[in-house]
């Protein structure tokens, strides 16, 4: 019999650091809440699944955790209050400017000798001229996140990580409605070996191959959208390596899970290219809100063409949002990913009951 959510989380153990960051949460939301803000929780990097319980050997996910730490940064500077739960040691908003190995911290730096003129002079340390106005910029938001306290960051490793979390954060965040956005871009772990079969000591090797059975993850985005969320506005990722396969998995996912988008993405086309599905409600073509707006200037929205008919039929708008050739190394796609989604968002809260 394969998990469902609940059989999981019945038989599964919670990660120690749960009540702690449920309590950070609940916290952190009541606060958002009395300054009126819009919250959206961001999920960013890969998630592993152990093959020991003393784990030595684990199974990864492919995410750098741009996408999600990208796009918290802009998240912020269009005034929403994030919370931002990622894999340890994946890419920040703000640090990712320059922790990078291709963007070394010290490469940013210069130093000034002393002046032969004083002899208590020592030299000092200042920002390479041309990187200035740019660091500027990324410290001014920083500072600024940190003194309204507008972003939390959480911590999961494993997939068992990722769905406990996950769970407690949608539950402390159900309260604000329609206020709350969702917005899923880390690379989930598929396939799990439950705690009872786990190995407890390191798999010995010398007996020829190594087979394992797993057990498929519970499709939590079921419960998160029909049960934890209640009015939110969850968009969800599809990460595909075959291009075929993107249009038919990104719908399928709006379909079963009857959520508002699904943004597919090519694995190699990720960085200036990705597909949005997403189920228009009625009610705001209704209310007459434009469900998109006009994209920014370095993005172009072009109507998919090449998509067979869908089965349910009307509601669907299916775009791929690009970035122009000549952008591609000045701009990043999350900005027109963001500002997409904040529109779609407010007309979202616009047409339904503003807090239940
Ligand atoms: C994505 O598709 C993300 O956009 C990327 C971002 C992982 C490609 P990077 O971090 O890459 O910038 O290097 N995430 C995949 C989301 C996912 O695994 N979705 C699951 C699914 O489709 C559950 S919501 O089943």
Do not use: C
């Not at 000591?201 to 049960?227: A, F, N, R, T, Y």
């Amino acid at each position: 019999m394969p998990f469902s959510a609940e059989s999981y989380f019945q038989t599964q153990t919670p990660p120690t650091t749960l009540q702690h960051d449920t309590d950070a949460v609940r916290e952190f939301v009541q606060r958002q809440t009395r300054d009126g803000k819009k919250i959206v929780l961001v999920t960013s990097g890969g998630t592993t699944v152990p093959l020991e319980l003393n784990v030595v050997r684990y199974l990864d996910n492919f995410s750098a955790g741009t996408r999600g730490a990208t796009s918290a940064e802009y998240f912020l500077s269009a005034g929403y209050a994030v919370i931002f739960m990622h894999r340890q040691f994946s890419l920040q908003p703000f640090s990712r400017h320059y922790s990078h190995s291709t963007n070394p911290f010290l490469d940013f730096l210069e130093v000034e000798p002393p002046s032969p003129s004083d002899p208590d002079a020592v030299p000092r340390i200042s920002v390479i001229k041309e990187n200035r106005e740019f660091l500027l910029r990324v410290l001014a938001a920083y500072r600024d996140a940190h003194s309204k306290g507008t972003l939390l960051t959480l911590t999961f490793v494993t997939i068992n990580d990722y769905l406990f979390l996950l769970r407690a954060v949608s539950e402390q965040m159900a309260s604000l409605g329609r206020r709350s956005m969702y917005y899923l871009a880390a690379a989930v772990s598929d396939f799990f070996l439950p705690t009872q079969r786990l190995s407890e000591h390191k798999i010995q090797s010398g007996k020829g191959s190594l087979q394992i059975e797993m057990d498929q993850v519970p499709k939590i985005l079921k419960p998160l959208v029909s049960e934890w969320t209640r009015e939110g506005f969850v968009v969800s990722f599809k990460l595909e390596t075959d291009p075929k396969l993107l249009i038919p998995k990104a719908r399928m996912a709006l379909e079963r899970y009857g959520h508002h988008v699904v943004i597919g993405n090519d694995l190699a086309r990720r960085k200036f290219e990705v597909l949005f599905v997403s189920r228009v409600p009625r009610t705001v073509i209704d209310a007459g809100q434009s469900p998109t707006g006009p994209p920014i200037d370095s993005t172009i929205i072009e109507p998919v063409t090449d998509a067979p008919p869908t089965q349910s039929g009307a509601d669907y708008t299916e775009t791929w949002l690009i970035l122009e050739e000549k952008d591609r190394n000045s701009v990043e796609i999350e900005e027109g990913i963001v500002d997409r989604l904040v529109k779609m968002h407010d007309a979202w809260i616009e047409a339904g009951p503003r807090i239940p």
